[in-house]
């Protein structure tokens, strides 16, 4: 039986990934030090600087993940997080899939006066 997190596709970003690690790199951190900076796991720093999907958690925690690693490497987290959605999106256009990170949206209700 496969597992959901094998049979889920990857969509990650890897450009951001290897910006992540040179920028990190530069600064003298290892994985584990810049980890410890940000208050992350190391897996979800090492999950940012490879571009994967696998090691992170659900999309919705993403943003608060990026904003913590992209301050401990002092980068603008605001340009950080708009850079991974772009890339993430252009990954999983390029692979054929749907926009899996969008939540469908209601119409609005009529309010009663």
Do not use: C, N
Not at 107 to 113: C, E, H, I, Q, T
């Amino acid at each position: 039986m496969v597992s959901e997190e094998k049979s889920r596709p990857l969509r990650g970003a890897p450009q951001l990934g290897a910006l992540l690690q040179a920028e990190r790199k530069a600064r003298g951190l290892s994985m584990t030090e810049a980890a410890r900076r940000a208050g992350l796991p190391p897996q979800y720093v090492e999950a940012l600087e490879a571009g994967a999907d696998a090691g992170l958690p659900a999309p919705v925690y993403l943003d608060g993940i990026l904003r913590r690693y992209a301050r401990a490497l002092e980068l603008d987290s605001e340009r950080v997080i708009h850079a991974f959605w772009q890339e993430r999106r252009r990954v999983g256009e390029l692979a054929g899939e749907p926009e899996a990170d969008t939540l469908p949206t209601l119409p609005p209700r009529p309010r009663l006066v």
